[in-house]
C-alpha cells in the first residue's frame, strides 16, 4: 500500500481506513447474502415479507420490520460495530508501531468490550451506560430487537439500539479526528526537522 501511494506515507493513514472500511463492508454483505440464499434454498423462506413480531420470539419488538429487513438491519449493526472497533484498531496501530503490543491490546479490548456488551439488556441504569459505550453491543442486535427495552434521557424516552447507534457514530467520529489529529500533528513535526 505504501508502494501504490503517490507521496509515500503521506496518505497512508487515509488509505489504510478507507481499506479496512471497504473490507468489513464487504465481507458483511457477501457472508449476508450468502447465509440468506443458504437459508433460502435450504427452508425456502417463503415467508420473508412477514413482520418481525409474527414470531413469538420477537412478538414484543417496537419495530415494525419485516423477517428480511430484521435480518439486514441485524447484519448492519454487526458491520457498524466491526467497522468502529477496526477504526480504533487502525489509531492504536498508528500510535504504537508495535505488532505484539497491537495484538494485546486488540485482546484486552475485545474481553472488555464483549463483557460490557452483555449488560446491553439489563435493568441497571449504570451497566446499561456502559454497555451503550461498548461497540460490541450492536452484535447483540437479535436480542435488542425482542422487545422494547429504552432509555430515559432527560425526561425522553429512546430505544436503547437508537442510542447505542448514535454514540458509535458519534465514537467513529471522534477516532477518525484524533487519526486525522495525530497524522498532522507527526507530519508538521517531521517537516520541522528537516
Given at each position: 500500500m505504501i508502494l501504490a501511494t503517490k507521496?509515500?506515507?503521506?496518505?497512508?493513514?487515509?488509505?489504510?481506513?478507507?481499506?479496512?472500511?471497504?473490507?468489513?463492508?464487504?465481507?458483511?454483505?457477501?457472508?449476508?447474502?450468502?447465509?440468506?440464499?443458504?437459508?433460502?434454498?435450504?427452508?425456502?423462506?417463503?415467508?420473508?415479507?412477514?413482520?418481525?413480531?409474527?414470531?413469538?420470539?420477537?412478538q414484543y419488538s417496537p419495530y415494525n420490520l419485516t423477517l428480511l429487513q430484521a435480518y439486514f438491519a441485524i447484519q448492519g449493526l454487526k458491520c457498524m460495530a466491526l467497522i468502529v472497533v477496526s477504526t480504533l484498531m487502525c489509531l492504536i496501530s498508528n500510535m504504537t508501531k508495535n505488532t505484539m503490543m497491537l495484538f494485546i491490546i486488540f485482546i484486552g479490548v475485545t474481553v472488555f468490550g464483549l463483557y460490557c456488551s452483555g449488560y446491553i439488556c439489563s435493568d441497571n441504569v449504570q451497566k446499561v451506560v456502559i454497555a451503550i459505550a461498548s461497540p460490541f453491543s450492536l452484535f447483540k442486535g437479535f436480542n435488542i430487537f425482542k422487545s422494547l427495552y429504552e432509555l430515559d434521557l432527560f425526561g425522553n424516552f429512546e430505544l436503547r439500539i437508537n442510542v447505542c447507534i448514535v454514540i458509535q457514530v458519534i465514537f467513529e467520529m471522534l477516532l477518525i479526528c484524533i487519526s486525522y489529529y495525530k497524522y498532522k500533528h507527526s507530519n508538521s513535526r517531521k517537516e520541522s526537522f528537516r
Open positions: 507521496k509515500g506515507r503521506k496518505t497512508y493513514v487515509a488509505g489504510k481506513y478507507i481499506s479496512v472500511i471497504a473490507v468489513i463492508i464487504m465481507c458483511t454483505v457477501v457472508i449476508a447474502c450468502v447465509n440468506y440464499i443458504v437459508f433460502y434454498i435450504t427452508y425456502g423462506l417463503k415467508g420473508s415479507q412477514m413482520p418481525i413480531y409474527a414470531l413469538e420470539e420477537f
